[in-house]
Nanobody, 122 residues
Framework: QVQLVESGGGLVQPGGSLRLSCAAS???????????MGWYRQAPGKQRELVAS???????NYAESVKGRFTISRDNAKNTVYLQMNSLKLEDAAVYYC?????????????WGQGTQVTVSS
């Protein structure tokens, strides 16, 4: 009844930019609230790591490796979180996952998107 749908991944050259989007899709008529939202990534052979997060009030947190290059934002009216990625590096290549804390039907749960591939290559 709750899904996170991601878009915006793709192939980009080093130094390029991409914008990821993640929209929460909720069954019609279901009352819900979205709290924290964030982006994680997982490169081959590595653990999933937090890239950036944003609270319901707009407070942001970034991994040191992306500070100054990535910007997380959200549109609460659209139930959507974005990740603007600039000055991409080879090491940013990974599958990026959206995450959201959503309270629905009285239960607070963590939800994940299906993942979107970001490839950085010259």
């Amino acid at each position: 009844q709750v899904q996170l749908v991601e878009s915006g991944g793709g192939l980009v050259q080093p130094g390029g930019s991409l914008r990821l989007s993640c929209a929460a899709s909720v069954a019609s008529g279901l009352r819900f609230s979205i709290y924290g939202m964030g982006w994680y990534r997982q490169a081959p052979g590595k653990q999933r790591e937090l890239v950036a997060s944003i609270s319901s009030g707009g407070r942001t947190n970034y991994a040191e490796s992306v500070k100054g290059r990535f910007t997380i934002s959200r549109d609460n009216a659209k139930n959507t979180v974005y990740l603007q990625m600039n000055s991409l590096k080879l090491e940013d290549a990974a599958v990026y996952y959206c995450n959201a804390e959503i309270k629905a039907m009285g239960y607070l749960s963590d939800y994940w998107g299906q993942g979107t591939q970001v490839t950085v290559s010259s």
